[in-house]
């Protein structure tokens, strides 16, 4: 699957509790942010998968993420 986002293309993220499988977030992940979307749920741990599997790192890497690493919930353009 090709990726979503083009790289370097500009999006407006929302801080938000709302968090809910696929929607598309802005996680903090070791020192960087990346742009992921929401697999599975179970309580406050997230599963985070990108777009592009063949070329990303995501939670099949990093393994599991706490919600509260999540850093916005990607609002525009609308995915």
Do not use: C, H
Request: charged share 25%; net charge positive; proline share 5%.
């Amino acid at each position: 699957m090709a990726p979503t986002l083009a790289s370097g293309q500009l999006v407006v993220g929302r801080r938000t509790d709302e968090l809910r499988p696929g929607d598309v977030v802005i996680v903090s992940q070791g020192g960087l942010e990346k742009i992921k979307r929401i697999e599975r749920q179970q309580g406050s741990l997230l599963y985070l998968l990108g777009d592009n599997p063949t070329a990303s790192t995501d939670s099949r890497s990093f393994g599991w993420v706490q919600a509260d690493t999540i850093v916005a919930k990607v609002v525009w353009p609308k995915l």
